[in-house]
Structure formats: C-alpha cells, structure tokens
C-alpha cells in the first residue's frame, strides 16, 4: 500500500477510529484550540483545519467565532466531521481534497495542521507543496500553527510496541520502527475485533526541529517560532511534540 492509497482507504480510518478518536480525545480538541489561537495571536476571521479528521478542532474554532473551512481527503472523517458539527450548531465548510492539490489565495486568516496531520507523502517535495498551498492560502499576516510528534522523540523511544482496547472489547497493536536515517517512522496497526485480524502499513515523515524550520522559510514563510507545546514552552531534548508557528 503506497502513502497516497493509506490515506485514501477509508476502510483503515474506519477500523481505527474507535481508538483514534474516543470522547477524552475529542474534548482535549477545546483545549487544543484555546493555545492554538493564544500561540497564533489571531482573534477571529477565517481559519483552515488541514486534515481535519472528525473535525474536534474545526468545531472548538467554529465556536470561537471562526469562519471555518476543514479539508480532509477521508470521507469517513467528513461524515463524521459534519454529524458532531450538526450537533454542536456550528456552521463548518467541509472540503474532501487532497492537501497537496488545495489551495484558496488570500482566503485565511489562520490555518491549523494538528494532531500530525502533516508527513504522509513518500517524497518530501509533497510536503514542501502542501506548505506553499498553506502560505498561499494566507492572508498577509495570516499565521499556521502546526502540531507534529518530534523526531528527537521518536529517536529517544526506537521501537515500540503499544496496545489498547475499546469497551467493546476490540483491540488495537501499534508498532512503530524509526528508519536509519530518522526521516520517517514505519508503522504497523493491526485491529483485531471479533476474532478477526487486519494489519495497516503506512509510512509517516518525522521532522526534526532544525528541518521543520527549514522547510516552513523553503515554502516562503519568514517568521517562524519553534515551540515545545501547544502551550508554547520552548521546544528542547524532551519534549514530545514539535509545534511551528509560521507567519506570512
């Protein structure tokens, strides 16, 4: 299965999403989007979820009074996106696309890539575009805020091997091997449910503090600060997310 074809197979987002997202996942989205904003310094306008998922931060921006687009290439996701933002009584433009291939000149105030939502696509240069999409997307002033796991962590960690269960009894094994050369993490997901085993393998690109940096000032953003949390404490050898804010 190639990077494009896991993201695209919503039999995989399907099986996962029980443990992906359970209700304590989803509420810490409120919270995650109250330091966004603070980090962002933007007070309202329109904003971008980029690879939104179920929408749990597209909703707590939609209720700060946001204009929200949330794109996501998982049709799973949207459905579920758009069901919990019926619920909530928010308006949110739910966009199925590729992130490489959507842009909207001049359109945002701010735009959030969280939860590593951002790393999928074998060849760098993918990654490179989606950040030009994002400026692009930018007003001037406009500001990004990403949210990635480091790979200093993943560094320190090597192989792992974790596991959890839902009330119902399903299981998830997640195992993950960082490559020589710490570009990337190989994970292998296998969900078993009722007796029955399926195992998904997908690539996903780490970044270091310096490459991240690099790559943000590569696709035109000048002002970028490095950060350790979504809290904003300084990004250092421990920390275990790697947090960008690029300004246009």
């Avoid at 590729?98 to 696509?121: C, E, H, I, N």
Wanted: aromatic share 8%; net charge neutral.
């Amino acid at each position: 299965m190639s990077a494009t074809d896991w993201l695209a197979d919503d039999t995989f987002w399907t099986a996962v999403y029980p443990f992906e997202f359970p209700p304590p996942v989803i509420d810490a989205g409120v919270a995650q989007v109250d330091r966004a904003i603070a980090l962002a310094g933007v007070r309202g306008g329109e904003a971008l979820d980029l690879g939104c998922g179920p929408g749990r931060h597209a909703i707590p921006l939609a209720r700060r009074g946001f204009r929200v687009t949330a794109v996501d290439l998982s049709r799973f996701h949207l459905a579920r996106a758009r069901d919990r933002a019926s619920a909530a009584g928010v308006e949110v433009e739910l966009v199925e696309a590729d992130m490489r291939a959507f842009a909207r000149a001049g359109a945002f105030d701010l735009a959030v890539s969280l939860f590593t939502s951002f790393g999928y696509f074998v060849d760098a240069r993918d990654d490179l575009r989606v950040l030009e999409n994002v400026r692009r997307s930018l007003r001037a002033g406009g500001v990004l805020v990403m949210d990635v796991v480091s790979q200093e962590r993943l560094a320190r960690v090597g192989h792992s091997t974790v596991s959890q269960r839902t009330a119902d009894g399903a299981l998830l094994v997640r195992r993950h091997q960082v490559t020589e050369d710490r570009s990337r993490v190989r994970n292998e997901w296998t969900v078993v449910r009722e007796g029955r085993a399926r195992t998904f393998a997908f690539l996903v690109r780490i970044y270091s503090e310096r490459d991240l940096e690099a790559t943000l000032h590569a696709a035109g953003f000048g002002d970028v600060g490095l950060y350790g949390a979504l809290d904003g404490r300084p990004y250092g050898p421990e920390a275990e997310r790697l947090v960008a804010v690029a300004r246009r």
